[in-house]
């Protein structure tokens, strides 16, 4: 009689897990879209709450507005300074005339628009509420010779100290808080002086505007 030997057990298969059903790539992209909205919605919720606590943090956030009345004249402290720079450039005998200061989004269309689609020289890269003009924060500013011409000559020596008044004119300026178009990299605007004070036109196209009286510190 054959000698019996069990036989080894086999190990039990697991019968195949079912497969999940993916969903289709169109819910969850929708998924996807709900949680940044969501994501959004907050952000916003939270700038605004932040607006009236902390002006300074909200006008960093670039989709925080605000309601601004239109400007229509120079920033009052842009005025001081500007009739300081006249009273100081006339101690040193140099005479000068503001050739502009505020300027409308109209003006400033209308200029930008020469030498593009009207007759003269280009003279601004800037739209209107694209400039700071248009923010009452920047003046331009030309030479008077003593014959009551108005030139923007810069070497012209009229005072005879050996230097040229409209760099004299310019390191005034500065002194006073301003600055100066001349510096700036790429398009030189020689006659153009601006006072900031920080605001980017980003910043003063949302509504911010620099407050009218600014602490000593500042």
Do not use: C
Not at 102 to 116: K, P, V
Not at 141 to 151: G, H, I, P, R
């Amino acid at each position: 009689m054959p000698e019996y030997r069990p036989q080894p057990r086999l190990p039990q298969q697991q019968p195949a897990a079912w497969p999940q059903p993916r969903q289709p790539a169109r819910r969850r992209r929708s998924k996807k879209i709900r949680n940044w909205l969501l994501l959004l919605f907050i952000l916003m919720l939270t700038a605004s709450l932040l607006v009236n606590r902390n002006d300074e943090l909200a006008r960093k956030l670039p989709f925080v507005r605000k309601d601004a009345p239109p400007v229509v004249q120079l920033h009052p402290i842009v005025e001081a300074k500007k009739d300081e720079l006249i009273a100081e450039a006339a101690k040193l005998g140099i005479s000068i005339l503001i050739t502009d200061d505020f300027r409308s989004n109209q003006e400033q269309d209308s200029l930008y628009a020469q030498g593009r689609t009207s007759d003269g020289s280009i003279v601004t890269h800037a739209r209107g509420g694209e400039s700071y003009h248009n923010y009452g924060l920047a003046i331009d500013f030309a030479l008077k010779t003593k014959q009551d011409e108005v030139v923007w000559d810069m070497e012209y020596d009229g005072n005879g100290n050996g230097q040229a008044d409209w760099m004299e004119v310019v390191e005034i300026a500065k002194r006073l808080g301003f600055s100066w178009g001349g510096d700036w990299e790429r398009f030189k605007d020689y006659p153009h002086l601006q006072m900031d004070f920080g605001y980017s036109i980003e910043e003063l196209q949302r509504g911010y505007r620099p407050p009218d009286v600014l602490l000593e510190h500042e």
